[in-house]
């Protein structure tokens, strides 16, 4: 928190607040991913959509179906409910939220090319389809997200950590080298 916002008692979320929303409207932050297994790459990702969120506002997290999952996959990924208990209970002891919604994921776009949504945080990787689900929400009429994109979390050996070099056994969910 700066000094000039601490003096004018601003929460730290009111920072990252983007400037295209209204001071009376709590934003609504889409966020997706499978999440299999957690690690601070995913951590980072869902602490952005809650300072972009705020105080007031919503965060939805579109957790990918298992169909979803293991169709853009070869490795094991835990089932849908399992991934669901996981992320929740990690949320509460990470970050002390217990106040999102998690909505199952079948495809790509969600529910981001139809419903009413602010802005949506995303990854090097996924920023190409933000940049599609805008095209899509322009044609059907509605307002284009804002992108909020993270910077990838680098391993002990400044390559990105991944859930696929964790299963694979190179690095932790920290990215510290295991082999």
Known sequence: ????????????????????????????????????????????LLKRAFEVAGDDGEVVIALTSDRMAKSQRSRPVRDFDTRVRE??????????????????????YGSAIEEDYDAIVVSPETEPMACNINEIRRENGLRPLNIVRIEYQMAED??????????????????????
Do not use: Q
């Open 158 to 179: 400044d390559v990105r950590i991944s859930s696929t070099r964790i299963c694979g056994g190179e690095i932790d969910s920290h990215g510290k080298m295991v082999v």
């Open 87 to 108: 992320l929740r209970a990690a949320l509460k002891e990470i970050f002390g939220v217990e106040d999102f919604k998690i909505e199952m994921l079948h495809t790509v």
């Open 1 to 44: 928190m700066t000094d000039s916002s601490r003096d004018r008692g601003l929460s730290a979320s009111y920072l990252y607040r983007s400037h295209t929303f209204a001071d009376n409207m709590a934003p609504k932050v889409a966020v997706g991913g499978t999440f299999d297994p957690l690690h601070d790459g995913h951590i980072a």
